[in-house]
């Protein structure tokens, strides 16, 4: 066999400012919903799950939850584990497809998403 097959990779990247539109449009699809909450913080001192069921019952928040955490937040993400209907996720790993899948997001008011500035370029 003179030309054998050889090992490609088909592998493609999504381009960077494709993912962060991509981002900025399913957040901006559900706060046209309505489907955006924010609170001032969580304030769970030992981890109970029983306390993030009473917290988002509270809330009224029904359905898929999408609760959006910062890094320091261990008791907050061992509450909400073990509840089938909420996931939780640190505010440096928010992507479109898990704002997409839940039909509630939570943010506390420490990392909700800055708009960024628009320059006379990105206009034309």
């Known amino acids: 066999m ?4 050889k090992p490609r990779s088909y592998a493609q990247r999504t381009p960077k400012k494709m993912v962060s539109l991509a981002l900025r449009s399913a957040l901006s699809d559900r706060a046209a919903m309505g489907r955006v909450g924010v609170v001032e913080g969580w304030d769970f001192p030992t981890p109970k799950t029983k306390d993030a069921k009473k917290a988002l019952a509270m809330l009224g928040l029904t359905g898929k939850v999408l609760v959006v955490l910062d890094r320091d937040q261990d008791a907050v993400e061992r509450s909400f584990r073990n509840l ?3 996931k939780t996720i640190l505010a440096s790993e928010l992507n479109a497809y898990d704002v997409l899948c839940c039909d509630w997001i ?17 206009e034309s």
């Not at 939570?106 to 990105?122: G, K, L, R, W, Y």
């Open 106 to 122: 939570v943010f506390t008011q420490s990392n909700i998403p800055a708009a960024a500035p628009t320059t006379p370029e990105d």
């Open 84 to 86: 089938q209907e909420v």
């Open 2 to 5: 003179a030309l054998g097959p």
